[in-house]
């Protein structure tokens, strides 16, 4: 089956610290790739995506790159605020038809917390 | 605006009663998700719903039903609550076609049985 493994956390940065949360899947076919983030208090909210091999979804300064040989979809921030301090997942959706479509398998999630 | 609203917020049970999670979508979605969220375990999709009167398991449907009579609202409902069902519950919704990719979601309903 589908799976998701997300690096384990929490994580806790200064700001404007280089930021990285691993995330690497095991699917059949090829799915497509997202980051969530949850913000304190709120729902889940896409962040970026990418749909097959080697694209690059960005998104507020966020970059994550679609590694086919590797499984993975590394999340990456060049420099956190403190507004980035949420809860990040990392999800696929395999691309089968009839009723699969829109569900995603998530990762466990990584809890950032950003210090002034 | 996209719209996923949950009737409540907060909710306090007690063991052994019919508890209902309701959501509703004001963005004429096909489908609907219901997902509870624990630490360290990430969304486990409960039950979704690909049209009216349509549903389908998730992978931890056990204690739980779903209702979808109209196809804006979803409900969830735990036929007889138990402590270990003490969770952060949330809703989604998303457009029914191959290039659907979002999920909305909505803000949570964190239940508390006692």
């Known amino acids: 089956g589908n799976s998701v493994t997300q690096m384990e956390g929490p994580v806790t940065l200064s700001e404007e610290a280089f930021l990285t949360i691993n995330c690497t899947y095991t699917?059949?076919?090829?799915?497509?790739l997202f980051w969530y983030v949850q913000y304190p208090g709120e729902g889940l909210q896409l962040l970026l995506k990418a749909t097959k091999a080697d694209d690059k979804g960005s998104n507020k300064g966020f970059e994550a790159t679609y590694r086919k040989e590797t499984t993975s979809f590394h999340l990456e921030k060049g420099s956190v605020q403190v507004s980035d301090s949420a809860v990040y997942f990392c999800?696929?959706?395999?691309?089968?038809?009839?009723?699969?479509?829109?569900?995603?398998?998530f990762g466990q999630g990584t809890i950032l917390t950003v210090h002034p | 605006d996209v719209k996923v609203t949950q009737s409540s917020r907060y909710l306090v049970k007690r063991t052994g009663e019919k508890v209902f999670l309701e959501c509703v979508q004001d963005?004429?979605?096909?489908?609907m998700f219901w997902y509870r969220q624990d630490p360290g375990l990430g969304l486990r999709l409960i039950y979704f719903?690909?049209?009216?009167?349509?549903?389908e398991k998730g992978d931890i449907p056990e204690g739980y039903s779903v209702s979808r009579e109209k196809k804006e609202r979803f409900s969830l409902i735990l036929e007889s609550a138990s402590t270990n069902q003490t969770s952060m519950y949330l809703c989604?919704?998303?457009?029914?076609?191959?290039?659907?990719?979002?999920?909305?979601f909505g803000p949570g309903t964190r239940l508390t049985v006692t």
């Open positions: 719903s690909y049209d009216v009167k349509m549903k």
């Open positions: 999800a696929l959706r395999t691309n089968a038809g009839g009723t699969s479509y829109g569900k995603l398998t």
């Open positions: 989604a919704s998303t457009i029914s076609t191959v290039s659907s990719y979002e999920q909305y």
């Open positions: 699917a059949t076919g090829y799915p497509s």
């Open positions: 963005m004429d979605h096909e489908n």
